[in-house]
Antibody
């Protein structure tokens, strides 16, 4: 089964850029049936969708983060990445990457079927 | 944005009994709802998609029902490994995808 692994700095200074990469193994990121997403979970809180990207680079972002956010994909490395500029303490969270599977015979509807273990990122002043 | 509301926030149930968790959407999401289980220190794991379809290798004691705005996750004959936090997630209207705040299922 597909595996996802987040990587990147666990500590980011306030006002700097938070950068994470998700490496996909045991599956191709170039499949037309999947999106690839980022979700975060602040300590003790619920889940917040950050954004998702398709293998061709088409991306959708959470409007609340859009002005600071960039998600990219590198099919040659089977990876996708997240950059969140001007980080603040409010961005401290456990960041997950996940695969989104297309609902059978229903393009446009995708649920998260496999998740990485998560990467805790702390933004410090 | 569709708001997902889960109830109760915490549910105390004895092993071997049945647990019923609820999730409500602020507008119709048809059957485009998933349930996830999250154990301490672990990533969420997909249990149910399309409101009622069990994911691969999910035990039959887990079942989902509902459509439109009201959804239920039922866990029969609770096992010790079932005590965890459960999230619902709508993928009907996006962006953004939205999640419920979670229900913590604890041992009574």
């Amino acid at each position: 089964q597909v595996q996802l692994q987040e990587s990147g700095p666990g500590l980011v200074k306030s006002s700097e850029t938070l950068s994470l990469t998700c490496t996909v193994s045991r599956g191709s990121i170039s499949s037309s049936y999947y999106f690839w997403g980022w979700i975060r979970q602040p300590p003790g809180k619920g889940l917040e969708w950050i954004g998702s990207i398709y293998y061709n680079g088409g991306a959708y972002y959470n409007a609340s983060l859009k002005s600071r956010l960039s998600i990219s994909v590198d099919t040659s490395k089977n990876q996708f990445s997240l950059k969140l500029r001007s980080a603040t303490a409010a961005d401290t969270a456990l960041y997950y990457c996940a695969r989104q599977k297309q609902k059978t015979a229903a393009p446009g509807f995708y649920y998260f079927d496999y998740w990485g273990r998560g990467r805790l990122v702390t933004v410090s002043s | 944005e569709i708001v997902m509301t889960q109830s109760p926030a915490t549910l105390s149930v004895s092993p071997g009994e049945r647990a019923t968790l609820s999730c409500r959407a602020s507008q119709s999401i048809n059957s485009n709802l998933a349930w996830y289980q999250q154990k301490p220190g672990q990533a969420p794991s997909l249990l149910i998609y399309d409101a009622s379809t069990r994911a691969t290798d999910v035990p039959a004691r887990f079942s989902g029902s509902g459509s439109g705005t009201e959804f239920t996750l039922t866990i029969n004959s609770l096992q010790s490994e079932d005590f965890a936090v459960y999230f619902c997630h709508q993928y009907n209207n996006w962006p953004p995808y939205t999640f419920g705040q979670g229900t913590k299922l604890e041992i009574k």
